[in-house]
């Protein structure tokens, strides 16, 4: 089992910045990819990026590419996500997953939000305009 905790979240003006951390339980994160995802209200969840189990492969949503950046430290078992240039479009709950399937390649297979086995409770994140 994996508990998986984020935290960072907040109100922050259209332009600006935030960094979510989310903080896995268990020995065995450093085996396991990892994802952001999204729900803002009235609409469905969506992927927003991932890392690989060794931190070498990123993916990242169209509509966020070039201003998240997910990273992680298996020392600290932990999966960041920097969050630059905020849109108000960006305001929604963001959760964070665990996915422990042994192989999983390309974009497809880490947006797979189906295929993620733990999750956490989410942390908002609010951007005015």
């Known amino acids: 089992q994996v508990q998986l905790v984020e935290s960072g979240g907040g109100l922050v003006q259209a332009g600006g910045s935030l960094r979510l951390s989310c903080a896995a339980s268990g020995r065995t994160f450093s085996s396991y990819a990892m994802g952001w995802f999204r729900q803002a209200p009235g609409k469905e969840r969506e992927f927003v990026a991932a890392i690989s189990w060794s931190g070498g492969s990123t993916y990242y949503a169209d509509s966020v590419k070039g201003r998240f950046t997910i990273s992680r430290d298996n020392a600290k078992n932990t999966v960041y996500l920097q969050m630059n240039s905020l849109k108000p479009e960006d305001t929604a709950v963001y959760y964070c997953?665990?996915?422990?399937?042994?192989?999983?390649?390309?974009?497809?297979?880490?947006?797979?939000?189906?295929?993620?086995?733990?999750w956490g409770q989410g942390t908002q994140v609010t951007v005015s305009s």
């Open positions: 997953a665990a996915d422990r399937r042994d192989y999983c390649s390309g974009y497809g297979c880490y947006a797979d939000m189906g295929a993620y086995d733990y």
